[in-house]
T-cell receptor, first 113, second 115 residues
Framework: NAGVTQTPKFQVLKTGQSMTLQCAQD?????MSWYRQDPGMGLRLIHY???????DQGEVPNGYNVSRSTTEDFPLRLLSAAPSQTSVYFC????????????FGPGTRLLVL | AQKITQTQPGMFVQEKEAVTLDCTYD???????LFWYKQPSSGEMIFLIY??????QNATEGRYSLNFQKARKSANLVISASQLGDSAMYFC????????????FGAGTTVTVRA
């Protein structure tokens, strides 16, 4: 049981490049979400999904796309990277009804030059 | 509008003493949950404690307790008998009700435990 996994752990991009941050969970959780963490601002919700085939925007969705074709996977796509997207990205999952615990992945540190 | 407010950017506490981290929240949803997470320098998010809006008693988990004052919309974390390993960033978070169960985080409080 791996929990929530994220790849890569660290990535450097040039402005304008695109990439996909991978997130997978093996707990059969319905709810998955992506957050970004910037210094002094806590975690901010980018996109979330309440089940396969269903996604919605969070607080800071601009510049990011998501899809949820399976229960296990919830990739986050940066369409055209900008320096403002330099951040640490966390993926999280939880079971239906948003139980006590949200399981977080280890994070992906992204640097956009 | 800010849903979770943590007004203490940083705090120092002496080893073995207790420390209280403040958190206030804003919601009109009658059903919600409040969380505290610890983020050490290694970066992972560690779940500490949970309080449901309908829970009558304050939550406790070992040295962590949550002082839940519903009328004041306050959910302060108390860490008793601080240890050096408690030095970390602490986040308060709120999960609002269905259908989305979105989680909103405060800006965090850095705790430094002194020997």
């Amino acid at each position: 049981n791996a929990g929530v996994t994220q790849t890569p752990k660290f990535q450097v991009l040039k402005t304008g490049q695109s990439m996909t941050l991978q997130c997978a969970q093996d707990m059969n959780h319905e709810y998955m979400s992506w957050y970004r963490q910037d210094p002094g601002m806590g975690l901010r919700l980018i996109h979330y999904s309440v089940g396969a085939g269903i996604t919605d925007q969070g607080e800071v969705p601009n510049g990011y796309n998501v899809s949820r074709s399976t229960t296990e996977d919830f990739p986050l796509r940066l369409l055209s990277a900008a320096p403002s997207q330099t951040s640490v990205y966390f993926c999280a999952s939880s079971s239906r009804r948003g139980t006590k615990t949200q399981y977080f992945g280890p994070g992906t540190r992204l640097l956009v030059l | 509008a800010q849903k979770i407010t943590q007004t203490q950017p940083g705090m120092f506490v002496q080893e073995k003493e207790a420390v209280t981290l403040d958190c206030t929240y804003d919601t009109s949803d009658p059903s919600y949950g409040l969380f505290w997470y610890k983020q050490p320098s290694s970066g992972e998010m560690i779940f500490l404690i949970y309080q449901g809006s309908y829970d009558q008693q304050n939550a406790t988990e070992g040295r962590y307790s949550l002082n839940f004052q519903k009328a004041r919309k306050s959910a302060n974390l108390v860490i008793s008998a601080s240890q050096l390993g408690d030095s970390a960033m602490y986040f308060c978070a709120m999960r609002e009700g269905p259908p989305d169960y979105k989680l909103s985080f405060g800006a965090g409080t850095t705790v430094t435990v002194r020997a």
